[in-house]
């Protein structure tokens, strides 16, 4: 191989490098979104080897223009799990801690919940917005 022809792959395998780093480090995120969204309250079960329950609590700042299922979709989930995000104005009163169970939160903020996304432990997506 000649010398002119060892420097052009050393350049294509840097570009290449290069690329895949900064492809890497710019993919999109939760704060990406539209809508200031804040996580407020979260619960996650200790359990490691069966179903990990998850529960959070997400304020929003402007709802009408808030991405909610595209936020819920960036929540981690486990296989056979649950994953359920309630969503509430940041203006108006919200949970400070979740639960697991039925019931999430105190009845008192029923009422207030703005969005629920669900992620089954199937994998099945279910989202309503209030």
Same mark, same amino acid.
């Given at each position: 191989?000649?010398? *002119?022809?060892?420097?052009?792959?050393?350049?294509?395998?840097?570009?290449? &490098?290069?690329?895949?780093?900064?492809?890497?480090?710019? *993919?999109? +995120?939760?704060?990406? &979104?539209?809508?200031?969204?804040? %996580?407020?309250?979260? =619960? @996650?079960? %200790?359990?490691?080897?069966?179903?990990?329950? @998850?529960? =959070?609590?997400?304020?929003?700042?402007?709802?009408?223009?808030?991405?909610?299922?595209? =936020?819920?979709?960036?929540?981690?989930?486990?296989?056979?799990?649950?994953?359920?995000?309630?969503?509430?104005?940041?203006?108006?009163?919200?949970?400070?801690?979740?639960?697991?169970?039925? %019931?999430?939160?105190?009845?008192?903020?029923? *009422?207030?919940?703005?969005?629920?996304?669900?992620?089954?432990?199937? +994998?099945?997506?279910?989202?309503?917005?209030?």
């Amino acid at each position: 191989m000649t010398r *002119q022809a060892k420097i052009i792959l050393l350049t294509l395998v840097a570009a290449l &490098l290069v690329w895949f780093t900064w492809d890497a480090f710019n *993919q999109p +995120g939760v704060n990406d &979104l539209q809508g200031g969204f804040k %996580e407020v309250a979260t =619960y @996650r079960n %200790e359990n490691n080897t069966g179903p990990v329950i @998850r529960v =959070y609590a997400v304020t929003v700042a402007d709802p009408d223009k808030a991405e909610m299922e595209a =936020y819920g979709n960036y929540m981690p989930h486990t296989k056979y799990g649950n994953t359920k995000v309630f969503f509430f104005s940041k203006d108006k009163l919200f949970p400070k801690a979740v639960f697991p169970g039925e %019931e999430n939160f105190p009845a008192e903020f029923q *009422q207030k919940v703005i969005g629920r996304y669900e992620k089954d432990a199937m +994998g099945q997506v279910s989202f309503k917005k209030f």
